[in-house]
Nanobody, 122 residues
Framework: VQLQASGGGLVQTGDSLRLSCAASGLAFSSYMMGWFRQAPGKEREFVAAINGRGGTTWYPDSVKGRFTIARDNAKNTVSLQMNSLKPEDTAIYYC????????????????WGQGTQVTVSS
């Protein structure tokens, strides 16, 4: 199984960025997909999740209304559209795949991508 995240970069406050994650080696539509992030010196935190069919999404209050997760099961990809970025969004962003459990918990995710750096300057 491989999850390859891409799309990170350096942007300014208020800008937008779209992350992508390409999955291979798994029955993609059977997995809930999530995005987490980890800032320096902080724990990895939940950012977004989407169910297998793509009809249900979850977000923490910190990104709700600014971030949108989507998936394309035909292409085995999941994306994270990030708008109105803030300096506090600076982190390494990881995509992950889960077969079940609490979507907010790292422990529920069986496979992880390598991460892509997002830096938002003020």
């Amino acid at each position: 199984v491989q999850l390859q995240a891409s799309g990170g970069g350096l942007v300014q406050t208020g800008d937008s960025l779209r992350l992508s994650c390409a999955a291979s080696g798994l029955a993609f539509s059977s997995y809930m997909m999530g995005w987490f992030r980890q800032a320096p010196g902080k724990e990895r935190e939940f950012v977004a999740a989407i169910n297998g069919r793509g009809g249900t999404t979850w977000y923490p209050d910190s990104v709700k209304g600014r971030f949108t997760i989507a998936r394309d099961n035909a292409k085995n990809t999941v994306s994270l559209q990030m708008n109105s970025l803030k300096p506090e969004d600076t982190a390494i962003y990881y995509c992950a795949a889960s077969l079940g459990g609490s979507i907010y918990s790292i422990a529920a995710y069986h496979y992880w991508g390598q991460g892509t750096q997002v830096t938002v300057s003020s």
